[in-house]
C-alpha cells in the first residue's frame, strides 16, 4: 500500500483545513488507518486513528472536539477535518496504515504535508 498526504497550507487561527491521505492497493480496507504529526524539535505524535470500516476512533486529548478523522473504503481516501485550529497545530502531518486496531506499528506511511497556523 503506497499513502500520499495532501491538503496542507497556510491558515489562520481559528480556521479549518481538510488532510487527505489517498492510498493506492486493494487492502485500503482492511487497515487501520492513523494521522501523525511532528512539531520542528519535537517528537512525532499521533494525532488520530480509525478502524478499518471508520466505525471506531481515538483522538489525543489535544484536538479532541476539534479535529475528526474518516474514511471513505470505496475511493481508497483517509481524511482528517480539522477545525479551529491553533498555531500549536503547526507540524507536518502524516498518515499511516497498520494492520490491527489500535495499532502499536504501522507498517504504511505516506509522505509529510505541511500545516501551518498563523497567530
Known amino acids: 500500500v503506497q499513502l500520499q498526504a495532501s491538503g496542507g497550507g497556510l491558515v489562520q487561527t481559528g480556521g479549518s483545513l481538510r488532510l487527505s491521505c489517498a492510498a493506492s492497493?486493494?487492502?485500503?480496507?482492511?487497515?487501520?488507518m492513523a494521522w501523525f504529526r511532528q512539531a520542528p524539535g519535537k517528537e512525532r505524535e499521533s494525532v488520530a486513528e480509525t478502524n478499518w470500516n471508520g466505525g471506531r476512533s481515538t483522538y489525543a486529548d489535544s484536538v479532541k472536539g476539534r479535529f475528526t478523522i474518516s474514511r471513505d473504503n470505496g475511493k481508497n481516501i483517509l481524511y482528517l477535518q480539522m477545525n479551529s485550529l491553533k498555531p500549536e497545530d503547526t507540524a507536518v502531518y502524516y498518515c499511516?496504515?497498520?494492520?490491527?486496531?489500535?495499532?502499536?506499528?504501522?507498517?504504511?506511511w505516506g509522505q509529510g504535508t505541511q500545516v501551518t497556523v498563523s497567530s
Open positions: 492497493g486493494r487492502t485500503f480496507s482492511l487497515l487501520s
Open positions: 499511516a496504515g497498520g494492520l490491527v486496531y489500535p495499532a502499536r506499528k504501522f507498517d504504511y
